[in-house]
């Protein structure tokens, strides 16, 4: 069993940046596929960034260039660093933890309370 405490979501103005922490309580942390996912209000739950237990990183087209995803594994922890945020970018983000191997938008067996985001004008 995992449990990931996010933290780290606030009110900023667009244009700023943001740090997103997730913390991971249980065993084989190295071992997991590490995701964040948001859901805007009104919309369902889209697929942010993901890195994998060798570094290798995916993201939404949306986010490309503009947010960061990285793990450490000494703490446990794994980030979204989010510059040049946007209106659109306004969401509760969840981080989540996938066992299996196949694919990196789906299949997540944990996932955290989640976070806000509100990016003002």
């Known amino acids: 069993q995992v449990e990931l405490v996010e933290s780290g979501g606030d009110l900023v103005q667009a244009g700023g940046s943001l740090r997103l922490s997730c913390a991971a309580f249980g065993p084989a942390f190295n071992s997991y596929i590490m995701g964040w996912f948001r859901r805007a209000p009104g919309k369902g739950r889209e697929f942010v960034a993901a890195i994998t237990w060798s570094g290798a990183t995916s993201y939404v087209d949306s986010v490309k260039g503009r947010f960061t995803i990285s793990r450490d594994n000494a703490n446990n922890t794994v980030y979204l660093q989010m510059n040049s945020l946007k209106l659109e970018d306004t969401a509760v983000y969840c981080c989540?933890?996938?066992?299996?191997?196949?694919?990196?938008?789906?299949?997540?067996?944990?996932w955290g309370q989640g976070t806000q985001v509100t990016v003002s004008s």
């Open positions: 989540a933890a996938k066992r299996g191997i196949f694919g990196v938008t789906s299949g997540y067996d944990y």
